[in-house]
């Protein structure tokens, strides 16, 4: 289990975090924190909003997995962005005059 504040392991049968002193008790702890490899490859290849959101949305209960899915969502992001301009500059040098009417 993790802790909902600072997101260190802690042990299931804890009642406060012995790193940062929050009660963790009665906390929602749904199932095991680890990166959604389903959301992560949904976000890298289609829909990078969806990692965004799912940061959001496991931040407290899941660190791990809400890390894993905006870090795939932000390399889909940058990948786009660099092919954006690749293809942009190689799409200007390419009608660089070369058709003559």
Do not use: T
């Amino acid at each position: 289990m993790f802790c909902p504040h600072c997101g260190d392991q802690i042990s299931e049968h804890a009642e406060i975090c012995p790193k940062c002193g929050v009660r963790v008790k009665g906390a929602s702890s749904s199932g095991e924190d680890k990166p959604n490899i389903a959301v992560n490859l949904i976000s890298f290849c289609c829909i990078p909003i969806l990692g965004i959101v799912m940061f959001f949305v496991w931040k407290n209960d899941k660190p791990k997995a809400a890390k894993s899915a905006l870090i795939w969502a932000l390399v889909s992001v940058a990948i786009w962005f660099v092919l954006s301009v690749i293809f942009g500059i190689l799409g200007v040098l390419a009608d660089s005059s070369s058709y003559y009417y």
